[in-house]
């Protein structure tokens, strides 16, 4: 039978059944132009990746990484929104809502302490990292501020993980009042890592608190440049 | 949100191959990364519309082939004359650096083929896509994919027959 270019072209790209391959290779045996062809474009595949395969081994330029780097640092606050939501509107959890709860507080000892009493005040570290950090960026010190929000009463608060302890703290006065505290982040649990659960503690907490949605990026950033003043 | 992670990941992980598709699309590597560049942050851009599950490949691949033929159409639209591969060893618009390029055999016999032809070329033969994922990739029946597969081959053969 005669071979179309069509199905040479496909047996050349391993395109074929095996049906149609044997077909191909019994008229190739009997067929120097055909396999003549068949060797052109073999010949061509290997020019096309000589020329264009070392380009995957070139070192990538900073303009096409950088936009991935920087997309991992930004806190997503879609993802803080659905976490969110799962926390109120999973059925699961809306069914076992107080035993979830109960299960964080064991682990997480977080112990709420609004209204002034036994509160305190950030120390200069994590006051500086409230200060200054954008959301979702891991700082110098390890400090690694979650979101920022609105309480009811229009006081910027800020959710954050920092090494052993995590919480949140609202500007008020001069400094930092951490209004809850909660337990190791993910890093520090040990081998056992929980990845998040302590950040998602925090979220939960962030949710009774706060008033409306997580401030953006833009809105954080005019938050940083006026002091925290409400 | 880990699958946030896999997706950058993903994304990173396909940088060296989109950038070879882009240098088989563009006409010279400046170009090139720009192209790739608009890619990822288009990618950035509309990540929610990426479908967990399916292949991030295909779907990178098809933003970058998006653009380009967007940028090949609007550019013809400004009445850029195309560049004939025989002459133009100069390309590049602003006259710096890049305008003068040294265009291998390859390159220009790439540059003479249609873009639907040349795509269908760089899909299959050098990216190594299936005919139908390359199909899917462009947005047209295999059938089409195959005959521009086989035009664009046969052109190259003629043009690089002797040459290699």
Known sequence: MTISPEMLAAYADGELDEL?????????????????????????????????????????????T????????VVDLSAVRAARQRWFERPALRYSGGAIAAALALVLLVTLNRGGEASDMAGPQLAQALDSQASGVAGANGTKVLLSFRDQAGTLCRGYSAGAASGIACHEGKGWKIHVKGGAGASEQGDYRQAGSADAAIMAAAQDMAAGPALDADQEAQAIKAGWEP | MAHEDDFLAGMTALLPRLRRFAHGLARNSADADDLCQATVERALLSRQQWQEGTRLDSWMYRIMRNIFIDQTRSTARRGRTFVDPDEGLTVGRDGAQEATVELSMVDRAMAALPDEQREAVLLVMVEGYKYAEAAEIIGCPVGTLTSRLLRGREALMARLGEAT
């Open chain 1, 20 to 64: 149609n391959a044997a077909r191909v290779e019994r008229a190739l045996s009997d067929d120097p132009a055909l396999a003549g062809q068949l060797e052109a474009m073999m010949s061509l595949k290997l020019t096309l990746a000589a020329h264009y395969d070392p380009i995957l081994a070139q070192p990538l330029p900073d303009r096409l």
């Open chain 1, 66 to 73: 950088a936009p991935i780097t920087e997309a991992a640092k």
